[in-house]
């Protein structure tokens, strides 16, 4: 078969896995990385594809790099191979010798796309030439500078009456009867003459945009008439996607997502390369056996992508079509569940009064429950803890970081406690272990962040979009043996992930978190800690100063 490799290197002594990858937390399995390593040295020394991946001197600027994959396969005979493929488009081609193909190539089979796409095109000209017509500029003018000599009109007269109301109350302390009526009647001709004006300028505003109603009736058209055909094109388009799973049971994009929030699937679906590479695999009867994917060169300037490092499949446009794919395949269990159904026996007291409770917070444990019947550090607190006022949480940390954690016994402990937080009066210190060695001694990183909604819950950078995000660092120490860096993290604003992608991001410091499975490699633990805190307490406002040190 023309898509299948073999491997190059002797597999003796490597057993099978016995499930197959579960796509959304792995980590490789050693044939994957075989394949996965066969690729990247086939990517290394290819020169055909005309794309900047962005990782040699010779490379222009706005690099972009890539995700592929690897799906190791068993064919008919038991004899393995691997599957290789890439995510959208290379090169502006989906026809590359040694890759899977799409499961459907909108560039080659849809000949109603051309068509449509040139009914789009000749309506997105009507639109620019009409609303670049002298005509319609010069009414869209028109409109804009009454509207403007309007509002500036108004606002000298409500000037002028307001003044006027100034004086004439100064006047009524002192004034007669027939005064008083007097100062009554120049009010209400004030009023009059206010309404009237507002009548006659509204009715010039009118005029003007009745002139322009027309272009704007017929854009309107257009612009609906676009859509639709637009909407129509993608439903023609996602209809034509149509996946295997083991079985040769087929669902298209449209009724793989019908049963979801969305409904309807998300630009790009189906353009991942594990869909392509189980699609595959799948019709032409190789059995999967293990999968990888990997990105491959720069990071775009929004998601943090390290060149040869390994990712799960995303979230948003992948789990419905992999849910349909692998519903008949066993697959390995799902690692995040695991660890997250035990109880949580024994957690460490660094502070306790009838106001507050201060807790050493495990790795790996969740602040407040989530999704699921999984034990929080919040419903350990509302066991373990006595309080005629109820429980409350102050803040909350990443599931995967340790550290101090503050809880309040009574509703005033917690308003005083989160006003703190938000005026930023609460000193707080993180000690992290990072990947790398870092050239500054220390420095301040404002990077906004936004939730990457296509594969929740990692966070991205978003300079539009995205909230204000501010972290203050300085090195402790380098470890020249690890190549590790030791470093303290001030973070003045508490966003998700922010020390984790301010970490790791190309405009931050480059340097993962040590076991950070978002942003970094996945180890035994994420190597983040609050270390310590400072603030006010709520009944005593005594200086509350705790530190819980950690051995990294």
Known sequence: MEKLIRFKKELQGIELPVNFTFPFYYEPHPLALFAAQELQEYLENQTDFNHNFGIKDQDPKNPIGKMFGVLVVQDKKGELGYLAAFSGKLANSNEHTLFVPPVFDILKDYDFFRKVEKEIDAITAQLITLENSEEHLRLKNRVQQVEKVTKRYLQIVKSHIKRNKTQRTVL???ATETEQNLLNEQSKKEQYFLKFKSKQLSENVQKAKAELQNFTFELDRLRTLRAEKSSTMQQEIFDQYVFYNAKKEKKSLN??????????PPAGAGECSAPKLLHFAFAHDLKPVAMAEFWWGASPQSEIRKHKQYYPACKRKCEPILGHMLNA????????????EKRIEHVEVLYKDDQILILNKPEETLSVPGNG????????????FESQDGHYIVHRLDMSTSGILIFAFTKSAHYNLQRQFLKRKVKKRYVALLEGK???????????LTLDFNDRPRQMVCHETGKVAVTEWEQIEYRAETNQTLVYFYPLTGR????????????????????????????????????SIQFQHPKSHEIIAIQKKIDF
């Open 172 to 174: 009524r302390s002192n």
């Open 255 to 264: 009724a793989i997502f019908a049963p979801t929030v969305e409904q309807k």
């Open 329 to 340: 395949t066993t697959l390995d269990p799902n690692p995040m569940i695991e660890p997250l």
């Open 373 to 384: 019947n999984y034990d929080s550090l919040f419903s350990y607190v509302q066991r373990n």
């Open 438 to 448: 870092l050239m500054d001694q220390r420095g301040r990183i404002e990077l906004p």
């Open 496 to 531: 998700t992930h922010q020390l984790r992608v301010h970490a790791a991001h190309p405009a931050g410091l480059n340097s993962p978190i040590l076991g950070d499975d978002l942003y970094g490699t996945a180890g035994k633990r994420l190597h983040l800690h609050a270390e």
